[in-house]
């Protein structure tokens, strides 16, 4: 199986983790040397809205993650302070360590809640707000079918922009997680930049502020059978 870490930036951002080598069959699959995904989810709320970060290197540096590649599991949740009025929402947020020598599939559950003109996303399976958790895995098996739990207190699932994706560690070298974060208006879904409000009618933001690779090419070679 695979390891990877994440990054991120203010309005956008992009990574690209090296797996190792691509498997052949019948013969021994490259090992990363990292083996847990340490993925920190940190949640701000701050002017009627909500911000969901996963990434370690946005430009906002307030608002980074914790998220690393590692031998170790990380048990405690590392969130930046925020700033600029929104502040962490620890019921929302939380870290889980993905051992990534237990699967071949890191499945992804993006779900994504919608209230009162606000949106909130979720990706972690274990936040105390158990209303808003997800079914993020790493399994042997794809999955095919979106898993969110429905939500509650007049927040509904909004399926247009919820999604599952089964990222296969065994057959690609990298895996490249970009995170993008849009705004509209004097509303931001997501912590306050250091544009002028009067730029912030109705545009998306696109452009990746960071990129980061976290390059586990360093990999150490095990026999483990392929599923």
């Avoid at 996303?121 to 895995?137: D, E, K, Q, R």
Wanted: proline share 7%.
């Amino acid at each position: 199986m695979r390891r990877f870490s994440v990054v991120a930036a203010a309005v956008a951002g992009a990574i690209g983790l090296t797996l190792g080598g691509t498997a052949v069959a019948g013969q021994p699959r490259a090992q990363p040397a990292e083996r847990y995904l340490n993925l920190h989810q940190c949640v701000y709320v701050g002017s009627g809205g909500h911000y969901t970060n996963v990434l370690p290197n946005t430009a906002n540096t307030a608002f980074n993650t914790g998220t690393n590649a590692s031998n170790t599991p990380d048990t405690a949740l590392s969130c930046g302070p925020g700033g600029g009025g929104w502040r962490p929402a620890p019921a929302n947020s939380a870290v889980k360590a993905f051992d990534l020598t237990a699967g071949r599939y890191l499945n992804v559950h993006q779900c994504v809640y919608f209230s009162a003109g606000q949106h909130y996303t979720a990706v972690l399976p274990n936040t105390p707000n158990v209303n808003f958790n997800t079914g993020t895995n790493i399994s042997n098996t794809a999955d095919t079918t979106l898993n969110c739990v429905p939500g509650g207190g007049g927040w509904r699932l909004l399926l247009a922009n919820s999604a599952v994706e089964s990222f296969d560690l065994a057959d690609n070298r990298y895996l490249n997680l970009h995170q993008c974060v849009g705004f509209e208006r004097a509303v931001l879904h997501g912590p306050p930049t250091q544009q002028p409000q009067r730029q912030l009618q109705y545009r998306y933001e696109r452009v990746a502020h960071s990129r980061h690779r976290a390059d586990l090419s360093a990999w150490r070679r095990r026999v483990v059978p392929r599923p």
